[in-house]
C-alpha cells in the first residue's frame, strides 16, 4: 500500500514562498498520477494541482495559477509544489494525494490516497 509523507510547510509572510514535498513509499510510483488538495478551517477540501504520473500534464487551481508549480521526481519518488507570492487566504492544511493512472473519475473519485497533511499559515 503506497504511503505519502509531506513536509514543508510553516509560517510565513505574504509575499513568501514555500516548496512543499510529498515523498511516496510502498508502491509503483511512476503508475501513480499525484495531487495537493488543501482545506482551510470551516472550509471543504479542494483541488490546488494536479501532475499526471508520467509528468507530462499539470492542471492548477485558478486561484493559484501563476503562483504554484507542481513537479515530481520519479527518482526520489516525490511530488512538490513550489509556491509563491503566498497570499492569507492560501492559509491551509495541505494534503498530497495518490491516484492509480487507470482511475477514472471526479478527484474526489480518484483520490484515494492520502498523506497527514502539512500546515501552511501565511500572515498579512
Known amino acids: 500500500q503506497v504511503q505519502l509523507v509531506e513536509s514543508g510547510g510553516g509560517l510565513v509572510q505574504a509575499g513568501d514562498s514555500l516548496r512543499l514535498s510529498c515523498a511516496a513509499s510502498?508502491?509503483?510510483?511512476?503508475?501513480?498520477?499525484m495531487g495537493w488538495f488543501r482545506q482551510a478551517p470551516g472550509k471543504e477540501r479542494e483541488f490546488v494541482a494536479e501532475i499526471g504520473w508520467s509528468g507530462g500534464r499539470q492542471y492548477n487551481a485558478d486561484s493559484v495559477k501563476g503562483r504554484f508549480t507542481i513537479s515530481r521526481d520519479s527518482a526520489k519518488n516525490t511530488v512538490y509544489l513550489q509556491m509563491n507570492s503566498l497570499k492569507p487566504e492560501d492559509t491551509a492544511i495541505y494534503y498530497c494525494?495518490?491516484?492509480?493512472?487507470?482511475?477514472?473519475?471526479?478527484?474526489?473519485?480518484?483520490?484515494?490516497?492520502w498523506g497527514q497533511g502539512t500546515q501552511v499559515t501565511v500572515s498579512s
Open positions: 510502498g508502491g509503483a510510483f511512476i503508475t501513480l498520477n
Open positions: 494525494a495518490a491516484a492509480s493512472r487507470f482511475r477514472s473519475g471526479t478527484y474526489s473519485q480518484r483520490y484515494n490516497i
